[in-house]
Structures are given as structure tokens and as C-alpha cells.
């Protein structure tokens, strides 16, 4: 993975200075074999070449950082930043090492979550942290409405601006995100607590995990018999979301590299 930086944004991040991961090894017992692609965990390196990998990671996001300073400070300069709606994403997160993974196409939390900040002139949530679980297929309703536009037909997401007023409404709309790993798609559901993933539909397996106590996703909860009913209502949900999604196309799964 080319993550290319000039040596400045390298001399910000000094090697001996990068952690990886502190994990217990048995955790991986409890997850499913589908939700991985690092075998064996960490691709079986030493610390010091996933160190320098993690650096280089820091680097790019720093070198990535300073260019879009360039652009809001543009905006500002230009006098446009009062009438310009800013909208800053990804298209996934990353792992460094969490669960002994690396990169993206994971449905842990540390690849499934992405950044999403938003700045609308005028909004009365400026500035703050909203926690609330929302959707990338949210962005075209929501700048849809900041600038005036009707609303698409047919589009999936919902409008963000009430949350861009108030960033700690009452809400119940789960995050949906899914992947295939081979001929085995995974499936995710996360709400303000819970992650809960199926593979397979479940065949391939499961995982919950408890936000409100395990933010690292370290702990699999979905065979404990205490969150069975959680287990279920997540299950009703997510099935119901994806009840009319088409099967995986027919022919040989994509050779991994």
C-alpha cells in the first residue's frame, strides 16, 4: 500500500514512538473465520516493519491534512466560507493491527466507521461532536436541503440537518455496511450501542460486540445467552434491511492477493 509522503510529514511521526495495538491473542478465538483476511494475524511480521508501515499511514494522513488546510483557508481568504457548504468523508476506514488486521474490507469498527464532518454556514450545532450512528447514502438528502434543492427521488438516506442543529436528538436510525469476502457476504448493523454482524446470514457465523463497555470490539457477545433478545432484535432488523438484496453473482470468488 503506497503510502507516500515527503520526509517532513515523516520527521512528525518519530518510530519509537508508535504503538501498535495492546490485544489479548484469545479474542481472535471468538470471531469468525469469515470476518478475516490477515491469516495469520499481522501477516506474521515483526513489530518494527508494522511500526514502520504505521508511520508511513500518520504520514500521508498528515501530507492529505495540510492539503485540505489549503482548501478551507481558501475559503476564507476568497470570502466564500460564509455561503459554502464543506463536506468531509471517506469511503471507509482502516485497520493498523486492530484484531490482528490490516487495511480495509473488514466490518470491525475500526474500517466500517469513517470520518464525516460537515460544515453549513449558520447551522447551530457548528463546532460539536455529533455521536449518532449516520449513513454516507445520508449526504445527498442532507446537502440536498442545506442548499435549497429538493430532495432526489428514490434516494435511501435521510436529511442530517436536524442533526447539524442539534447534534443530541433522539434517535433510532442504525448505520447498515456490508462486504464480501469471496462468495461470503457479511453484513453489519450498528446503533448508538451495539454492533452485531452476520456472515453468511449466519451461517458463517456472528458477532456482537457492546459499545457502551468495548469500544475495541474485543469481546464477542452474540453466542451469551444474557443478550439473546438483543441478538434478535438486531437480527430482525438487519434481515429486514437487506431482505431484497440479490445473492452474490454466480462464477469463482476473487483470488486474494
Same mark, same amino acid.
Given at each position: 500500500m503506497p503510502c507516500a509522503a515527503s520526509e517532513n510529514y515523516f520527521d512528525l511521526y518519530s518510530l519509537d514512538r508508535i504503538a501498535l495495538p495492546k490485544e489479548a491473542p484469545e479474542h481472535l478465538a471468538?470471531?469468525?473465520? /469469515? /470476518? #478475516?483476511?490477515v491469516r495469520p494475524p499481522n501477516y506474521g511480521l515483526s513489530d518494527e516493519k508494522l511500526k514502520i508501515f504505521t508511520r508511513a499511514h500518520h504520514a500521508s494522513t498528515s501530507l492529505m491534512d495540510t492539503q485540505l488546510g489549503r482548501v478551507l483557508a481558501a475559503l476564507d481568504r476568497l470570502k466564500l466560507a460564509d455561503n459554502t457548504v464543506v463536506a468531509f468523508i471517506s469511503d471507509h476506514g482502516w485497520c493498523l493491527g486492530e484484531h490482528g488486521q490490516w487495511q480495509k474490507r473488514l466490518l470491525f469498527e475500526e474500517s466500517a466507521r469513517v470520518p464525516m464532518v460537515i460544515y453549513a454556514p449558520g447551522a447551530r450545532g457548528g463546532g460539536k461532536v455529533?455521536?449518532?450512528?449516520?449513513? #454516507?447514502?445520508d449526504l445527498q438528502p442532507t446537502l440536498a436541503e442545506l442548499c435549497g434543492l429538493p430532495a432526489p427521488g428514490g434516494a435511501e438516506g435521510r436529511s442530517l440537518a436536524p442533526l447539524l442543529a442539534d447534534p443530541a436528538p433522539a434517535w433510532d436510525h442504525p448505520a447498515f455496511t456490508q462486504v464480501a469476502h469471496g462468495r461470503i457476504m457479511g453484513r453489519s448493523i450498528r446503533t448508538q450501542r451495539w454492533r452485531y454482524t452476520e456472515w453468511d446470514g449466519g451461517k458463517g457465523g456472528a458477532e456482537l460486540y457492546d459499545h457502551d463497555a468495548d469500544g475495541h470490539e474485543y469481546v464477542n457477545l452474540a453466542a451469551d445467552p444474557r443478550h439473546a433478545d438483543t441478538v434478535a432484535e438486531l437480527k430482525s432488523a438487519l434481515h429486514k434491511q437487506f431482505a431484497f438484496a440479490p445473492p452474490l453473482p454466480a462464477g469463482r470468488p476473487r483470488r486474494k492477493r
Open positions: 471468538k470471531i469468525p473465520q /469469515a /470476518a #478475516l483476511t455529533c455521536t449518532r450512528p449516520v449513513e #454516507l447514502v
